[in-house]
């Protein structure tokens, strides 16, 4: 029996006992690359993981910043791939990029170690094509392959095969705001009466006034640690904050100066991995969307309640969506699970049709369902306008605020359009 030091082997129960479970509750992982990864990521209290050809792959963040581990099942580390700012990259990388592909920006970079050396991968675009490169440390290429190519028709509508739900356009928008570095990572807006837009960002426990008009943050009002919050809703003088682990922080009177916090533990699996949050006020409760799944749902993902008549989360999906539906096809030119076709970042209801909006970063689609959890209508969006479309949210009047994470080093946005679809 392979024998751990002290140390890892006492962290490592200690996570899987504790609140921190979330990093393989659910996923048979073996207990020696449990141990592994609680000695190397001793902070890190979330990932998602999958099974790569009877290895572990681990992804999650870390400084904000997307990271990959992938073990044996022994625990050998056999990889670890690092988002990195692209100001980092080597300089002979820098060169023949300003060289060969000076018409390209830079999406994102990764450093890969492996073998005891490191190499690059590099996503680059343009208005028509996406590239993916690999470079060795010294300049040299060691890849290069197409990610994607689009039609302007293409970026704004589905393929045509799709038969049940019908496409829409969001049209072209009529606002646009680029937002501070502290809300890059912008996750989910809501919209105050007086026209202040309330973001919450992926790593900290505050909720920023953003003011369009001045174009800055007026006021930030603090109401917990650190931690992944997603989303936000606004009920009358109190805010609502979704974690992704399923956990509800209700700010009361979130504006007097001094708001009462209360936290509402989860009852959902860790892997589901909330991210969208809606208030729906003819019923008087909060709707809750996963990104991620739960395997006793079998083909589908579930729209979760939390009443707010007594404070409650309820177990069971109020809310069935099938996954093998016309629309719902995966972006990613890695599908690893059925899951992947639907990942819902935001979940909002449109104050004037009763509409339920549904918005996917990953596959960079808004789409409208029924409370059958049929999908109705559905448009692709414009990832040169909307990189990482993470937060929506209506006016009054029905127009309809996006709001997108920056890149390494691009920084966060919130567009405006005068509709949905």
């Known amino acids: 029996m392979k024998k751990y030091n002290l140390y890892a082997f006492a962290l490592a129960a200690l996570l899987i006992g504790s609140a921190c479970n979330t990093v393989w509750d659910n996923t048979e992982v073996p207990e020696a690359v449990k141990v592994q990864f609680a000695e190397r990521y001793p902070t890190i209290k979330q990932a998602d993981w999958d099974n790569e050809n009877g290895n572990y792959e681990a992804e999650f963040k870390l400084s904000g910043l997307e990271r990959t581990a992938l073990f044996t099942p022994d625990g050998k580390l056999i990889s670890y791939t690092e988002e990195i700012d692209q100001r980092h990259l080597p300089d002979a990388i820098l060169e023949a990029l300003q060289t060969g592909y000076a018409n ?52 704004s509508l589905l393929p045509t095969q799709l038969l049940e739900s019908s496409t829409g356009t969001l049209g072209q928008p009529t606002a646009r705001w680029e937002l501070p570095e502290n809300l890059r990572e912008v996750s989910g807006i809501a919209l105050l009466p007086n026209g202040l837009i309330a973001c ?18 007026t006021e930030k009002i603090t109401f917990a640690g650190p931690g992944d919050y997603e989303g936000i809703v606004l009920v009358e003088k109190d805010a609502y904050i979704l974690r992704s682990d399923g956990a509800l922080f209700e700010v009361q009177d979130f504006r007097n100066g001094q708001p009462s916090v209360k936290e509402h533990k989860t009852v959902l699996a860790a892997t589901q991995n909330t991210e969208g949050l809606a208030y729906d006020a003819k019923n008087n409760r909060l709707l809750l969307a996963c990104k991620g799944f739960d395997t006793r749902l079998g083909d589908n993902k579930g729209i979760y309640t939390f009443l707010l008549s007594d404070k409650t989360m309820q177990p069971e999906p109020v809310m069935h969506i099938a996954l ?20 819902p970042s935001s979940f909002e209801i449109h104050p004037i049709t009763g509409e339920l909006y549904l918005l996917d970063a990953v596959n960079a689609r808004l789409h409208i369902i029924d409370e059958a959890g049929k999908i109705l209508k559905t448009t692709q969006l414009d990832k040169k306008l909307l990189r990482q479309p993470e937060g929506m949210a209506f006016s009054s009047k029905g127009e309809l605020y996006i709001a997108s994470e920056g890149g390494t080093k691009g920084k966060g946005v919130i567009v405006k359009f005068d509709q949905g679809i």
């Open 324 to 343: 093998a539906q016309d629309g719902l096809t995966s972006t990613k030119k890695k599908k690893k699970d059925k899951y992947d076709v639907l990942q």
């Open 200 to 217: 919450v960002q992926d790593e900290e426990g505050a909720i920023h006034l953003f003011d369009p008009e001045k174009k800055q943050v």
């Open 104 to 155: 390209y920006k830079i999406d994102e970079a990764h450093r890969v170690q492996q073998n005891g050396s490191a190499r690059y991968v590099i996503e680059l675009e343009d208005n028509m094509q996406e590239l993916e490169l690999q470079f060795e440390a010294s300049g040299k290429m060691i890849e290069q392959q197409p990610v994607s190519t689009t039609s302007p028709l293409e970026a």
